[in-house]
Protein backbone atom coordinates (compact mmCIF):
# COMPACT_ATOMS: atom_id res chain seq x y z
CA UNK A 1 0.00 0.00 0.00
CA UNK A 2 2.44 2.59 0.73
CA UNK A 3 3.99 2.11 -2.78
CA UNK A 4 0.28 2.89 -4.39
CA UNK A 5 0.04 5.65 -2.10
CA UNK A 6 3.29 7.32 -3.13
CA UNK A 7 2.74 6.70 -6.66
CA UNK A 8 -0.78 8.55 -5.95
CA UNK A 9 0.18 11.47 -4.10
CA UNK A 10 3.10 11.97 -6.61
CA UNK A 11 0.52 12.50 -9.76
CA UNK A 12 -1.23 14.64 -7.67
CA UNK A 13 1.47 16.54 -6.93
CA UNK A 14 2.10 16.76 -10.45
CA UNK A 15 -1.06 17.68 -11.78
CA UNK A 16 -1.24 20.80 -9.04
CA UNK A 17 2.49 22.07 -10.02
CA UNK A 18 1.32 21.83 -13.47
CA UNK A 19 -2.16 23.66 -12.78
CA UNK A 20 0.51 26.58 -10.44
CA UNK A 21 2.74 26.35 -13.10
CA UNK A 22 0.10 27.50 -16.29
CA UNK A 23 -1.84 29.89 -13.74
CA UNK A 24 1.83 31.40 -13.49
CA UNK A 25 2.28 31.73 -17.07
CA UNK A 26 -0.85 33.05 -17.29
CA UNK A 27 -0.21 35.92 -15.20
CA UNK A 28 3.05 36.58 -16.13
CA UNK A 29 1.99 36.92 -19.63
CA UNK A 30 -0.90 39.39 -18.18
CA UNK A 31 1.33 41.59 -16.65
CA UNK A 32 3.77 41.68 -19.50
CA UNK A 33 0.85 42.87 -21.75
CA UNK A 34 -0.39 45.25 -19.34
CA UNK A 35 3.16 46.56 -18.39
CA UNK A 36 4.08 50.57 -19.43
CA UNK A 37 5.77 51.18 -23.14
CA UNK A 38 7.90 53.76 -23.10
CA UNK A 39 6.29 56.59 -25.24
CA UNK A 40 7.39 56.21 -28.84
CA UNK A 41 7.67 59.13 -31.52
CA UNK A 42 6.61 59.27 -34.76
CA UNK A 43 3.53 57.78 -37.14
CA UNK A 44 2.95 55.09 -39.16
CA UNK A 45 3.85 51.11 -39.72
CA UNK A 46 7.23 51.60 -38.19
CA UNK A 47 5.77 52.43 -34.92
CA UNK A 48 3.25 50.25 -34.55
CA UNK A 49 6.39 47.43 -35.01
CA UNK A 50 8.07 49.23 -32.39
CA UNK A 51 5.04 48.75 -30.19
CA UNK A 52 4.87 45.04 -31.22
CA UNK A 53 8.18 44.42 -30.31
CA UNK A 54 7.85 45.96 -27.50
CA UNK A 55 4.98 44.00 -26.21
CA UNK A 56 6.31 40.93 -27.04
CA UNK A 57 9.67 41.72 -25.78
CA UNK A 58 8.09 42.34 -22.05
CA UNK A 59 6.01 39.13 -22.47
CA UNK A 60 8.67 36.95 -23.45
CA UNK A 61 10.79 37.86 -20.95
CA UNK A 62 7.77 37.89 -18.23
CA UNK A 63 6.83 33.93 -19.39
CA UNK A 64 10.76 32.90 -19.55
CA UNK A 65 10.64 31.11 -15.95
CA UNK A 66 6.94 29.68 -16.12
CA UNK A 67 7.68 28.38 -18.92
CA UNK A 68 10.92 26.77 -18.08
CA UNK A 69 8.93 25.42 -15.44
CA UNK A 70 6.42 24.09 -17.28
CA UNK A 71 8.89 22.40 -19.87
CA UNK A 72 10.59 20.56 -16.71
CA UNK A 73 7.15 19.21 -15.57
CA UNK A 74 6.47 17.93 -18.95
CA UNK A 75 9.90 15.87 -19.03
CA UNK A 76 8.98 14.55 -15.55
CA UNK A 77 5.37 13.41 -16.68
CA UNK A 78 6.77 12.15 -20.05
CA UNK A 79 9.34 9.79 -18.10
CA UNK A 80 6.81 8.76 -15.58
CA UNK A 81 4.16 8.26 -18.30
CA UNK A 82 7.03 5.80 -20.33
CA UNK A 83 7.61 4.11 -17.19
CA UNK A 84 3.73 3.01 -16.98
CA UNK A 85 4.06 1.50 -20.27
CA UNK A 86 7.24 -0.42 -19.65
CA UNK A 87 5.86 -1.89 -16.12
CA UNK A 88 2.66 -2.97 -18.35
CA UNK A 89 1.75 -6.53 -17.54
CA UNK A 90 2.18 -8.26 -20.80
CA UNK A 91 -0.95 -10.16 -20.10
CA UNK A 92 -4.07 -7.80 -20.15
CA UNK A 93 -7.18 -9.70 -19.22
CA UNK A 94 -7.71 -11.67 -16.42
CA UNK A 95 -7.55 -15.45 -16.77
CA UNK A 96 -10.81 -17.58 -16.64
CA UNK A 97 -9.74 -18.87 -13.76
CA UNK A 98 -8.53 -15.66 -11.75
CA UNK A 99 -12.26 -14.40 -13.07
CA UNK A 100 -14.01 -17.12 -11.73
CA UNK A 101 -12.04 -16.91 -8.18
CA UNK A 102 -12.21 -13.22 -8.16
CA UNK A 103 -16.54 -13.12 -8.61
CA UNK A 104 -16.41 -16.04 -6.03
CA UNK A 105 -14.63 -13.77 -3.66
CA UNK A 106 -17.02 -10.80 -4.46
CA UNK A 107 -19.89 -13.06 -4.18
CA UNK A 108 -20.88 -11.93 -7.64
CA UNK A 109 -21.10 -8.44 -6.32
CA UNK A 110 -19.42 -5.35 -7.07
CA UNK A 111 -16.88 -4.26 -4.59
CA UNK A 112 -16.42 -0.71 -6.02
CA UNK A 113 -17.47 2.35 -3.71
CA UNK A 114 -21.43 3.30 -4.12
CA UNK A 115 -20.84 6.76 -2.04
CA UNK A 116 -19.96 7.51 1.84
CA UNK A 117 -17.34 4.27 1.65
CA UNK A 118 -20.16 1.92 1.07
CA UNK A 119 -19.88 -1.22 -0.81
CA UNK A 120 -22.00 -0.64 -4.48
CA UNK A 121 -23.63 -4.31 -4.36
CA UNK A 122 -25.27 -4.51 -7.64
CA UNK A 123 -24.53 -7.78 -9.59
CA UNK A 124 -21.27 -7.79 -11.06
CA UNK A 125 -20.24 -7.77 -14.42
CA UNK A 126 -16.71 -6.81 -15.06
CA UNK A 127 -12.98 -8.38 -13.43
CA UNK A 128 -11.10 -4.51 -13.07
CA UNK A 129 -7.56 -4.13 -12.51
CA UNK A 130 -7.89 -1.98 -9.57
CA UNK A 131 -4.42 -0.48 -10.39
CA UNK A 132 -5.19 0.36 -13.29
CA UNK A 133 -3.55 -1.77 -16.16
CA UNK A 134 -2.58 1.41 -18.36
CA UNK A 135 -0.28 2.92 -15.49
CA UNK A 136 1.58 -0.39 -14.61
CA UNK A 137 -1.32 -2.53 -12.70
CA UNK A 138 -0.18 -6.16 -13.05
CA UNK A 139 -3.62 -8.87 -14.24
CA UNK A 140 -3.52 -10.85 -10.89
CA UNK A 141 -5.90 -11.63 -8.46
CA UNK A 142 -4.41 -9.42 -5.58
CA UNK A 143 -5.48 -6.38 -8.28
CA UNK A 144 -8.66 -7.96 -9.61
CA UNK A 145 -11.67 -6.22 -7.88
CA UNK A 146 -15.50 -7.64 -9.34
CA UNK A 147 -17.04 -4.22 -10.59
CA UNK A 148 -20.64 -3.51 -12.53
CA UNK A 149 -20.34 -1.56 -15.44
CA UNK A 150 -21.29 1.89 -14.27
CA UNK A 151 -18.73 1.84 -11.43
CA UNK A 152 -16.11 0.24 -13.71
CA UNK A 153 -17.13 2.97 -16.02
CA UNK A 154 -17.10 5.86 -13.47
CA UNK A 155 -13.66 4.71 -12.31
CA UNK A 156 -11.71 4.45 -16.04
CA UNK A 157 -8.19 4.25 -15.16
CA UNK A 158 -7.72 6.78 -12.62
CA UNK A 159 -5.41 5.70 -9.87
CA UNK A 160 -7.07 5.09 -6.50
CA UNK A 161 -6.53 6.91 -3.44
CA UNK A 162 -4.74 5.39 -0.38
CA UNK A 163 -8.15 6.31 1.18
CA UNK A 164 -10.29 3.99 -1.60
CA UNK A 165 -7.70 1.70 -0.96
CA UNK A 166 -8.23 1.64 3.00
CA UNK A 167 -12.06 1.38 2.48
CA UNK A 168 -12.02 -1.49 -0.26
CA UNK A 169 -9.86 -3.48 2.52
CA UNK A 170 -11.68 -2.91 5.48
CA UNK A 171 -15.24 -3.34 3.15
CA UNK A 172 -13.48 -6.83 2.64
CA UNK A 173 -13.05 -7.72 6.07
CA UNK A 174 -16.98 -8.03 6.15
CA UNK A 175 -17.44 -10.19 3.17
CA UNK A 176 -14.30 -12.40 3.38
CA UNK A 177 -13.07 -15.09 5.70
CA UNK A 178 -10.57 -14.01 8.55
CA UNK A 179 -7.77 -16.41 6.59
CA UNK A 180 -8.09 -14.32 3.42
CA UNK A 181 -6.03 -11.82 1.98
CA UNK A 182 -8.23 -8.37 2.08
CA UNK A 183 -5.21 -6.33 0.37
CA UNK A 184 -5.88 -4.44 -3.19
CA UNK A 185 -3.68 -3.30 -5.78
CA UNK A 186 -0.44 -4.81 -7.71
CA UNK A 187 1.88 -2.97 -9.36
CA UNK A 188 4.38 -4.43 -12.00
CA UNK A 189 8.15 -4.27 -11.05
CA UNK A 190 9.87 -1.95 -13.59
CA UNK A 191 12.03 -4.49 -16.39
Known amino acids: MPELGRI ?18 AFS ?8 AAPVGGVGVAVAADVFQGILGRVGSAAVLPGAAAAVLAIVAAVTTSQDVRRRDPVRRFTRQQRREGMARAGSLCELEAGFGRRCGRPAEHGDHFYPWSKGGSTSLQNFVAACARCNRAKRARIPSPGQQRRMERRRRDYLPASASVSVGERQPLP
Not at 29 to 36: N, S
Open 8 to 25: YWTRQGLRLGYTAVLLWL
Open 29 to 36: VLTGLMAK
